[in-house]
């Protein structure tokens, strides 16, 4: 077998010749990146993101992250624009033009249409000579440091600088709306990051499904409601409602001695850990993974003696999480 140095001699020269251009990007921005991030904030429609080639997947991928994190954005491929994709810009638009060379003949339709109906164009180029370059209302330049891949022909460094640039504004543009985690999960409700993003008023158990029994309970009523509910525990209440404290297995486990004659208020545990529905609801696995327990009562800050619901590790594990 070949030896695979020569090959992690590769990568390395790639990633470090990458990792230069990036690096001689970030320090080489100046006033123009903040007036297209000021331009996109002032936009009242959509970002429109177009590219060809390389450049269009790295559009793609611009687009999906402007929309998942706040801003409405929509990629258009500039050689469906000719042929009546152009109806998908508006007046309240903003476009995000990428070329590297500046020169794609493709994007001439649609930067002409900008033109023609005084849509603001935002250009990605390395060449702010070139006709995209000339034409756009700001350009975002990005070094001509050449391709990583040795040839000077493979997009390797110019789409990793596009891709960058593209994070940097769709970041600014976060930071400015104070978009927040929570905000963030709205857009991805499934997945792995929907699930790292779920709310614990999204999991929890309400209502009826909610185990209680009384102070003055006695076990054979205790040992029935967990029973039925299944979660393992119940709910300990006083007249009023308030929550007293919580019957777990363990806490049953730990007075079987003289089980019969006890009442929930003999073996409740009091002051039980709670927890909010707005918390994220990895918070409440690492808190149950933490004290070693199956369960949390959710209890409404507004209404701090009344359980709101209860949630259960499986209900957590269900979405992906734990």
Do not use: W
């Not at 006709?131 to 440091?145: E, M, N």
């Not at 499934?190 to 076990?219: C, E, F, R």
């Amino acid at each position: 077998m070949a030896s695979t140095t020569p090959f992690r001699d590769t990568a390395r020269r790639v990633i470090k010749a990458e990792a230069k251009a990036l690096d001689i990007m970030a320090n080489s921005l100046d006033d123009r990146f903040a007036e297209a991030v000021v331009k996109l904030l002032e936009t009242k429609g959509r970002v429109i993101v177009t590219g060809i080639g390389k450049s269009g997947h790295i559009a793609r991928k611009i687009a999906a992250t402007l929309a998942s994190t706040g801003t409405p954005a929509q990629f258009v491929h500039p050689a469906e624009a000719s042929h009546g994709d152009l109806g998908m810009v508006t007046n309240d638009d903003t476009v995000i033009a990428i070329s590297n060379s500046g020169e794609a003949p493709e994007l001439a339709n649609l930067v002409a249409y900008t033109r023609r109906f005084s849509i603001p164009l935002i250009g990605i180029t390395s060449r702010p000579e070139s006709s995209l370059g000339k034409q756009s209302d700001i350009v975002l330049q990005l070094p001509a440091l050449g391709e990583a891949c040795g040839t000077g022909v493979v997009p390797t460094t110019s789409t990793t600088l596009t891709l960058a640039m593209g994070d940097a504004v769709a970041v600014a543009l976060m930071e400015h709306r104070a978009f927040t985690p929570e905000h963030f999960r709205n857009f991805h409700p499934g997945g792995k990051l929907g699930a790292q993003l779920s709310l614990v008023g999204d999991l929890m158990h309400t209502g009826d499904t909610i185990p209680y029994v009384s102070l003055a309970a006695n076990m054979t009523q205790v040992l029935a409601q967990i029973g039925q509910k299944g979660f393992g525990v119940t709910c300990v209440t006083n007249a009023q409602g308030h929550l007293q404290g919580i019957i777990t297995n363990g806490d049953i486990s730990r007075h079987m001695a003289g089980l019969a004659t006890l009442t929930a208020q003999d073996v409740m545990t009091r002051d039980p850990v709670t927890i909010t529905p707005d918390a994220l609801a990895e918070k409440a696995v690492g808190i149950m993974q933490t004290r070693k327990i199956t369960c949390l009562l959710v209890i409404d800050p507004k209404k701090p003696n009344v359980p709101a619901g209860l949630i259960h590790i499986h209900d957590c594990l269900r979405v992906g999480l734990g």
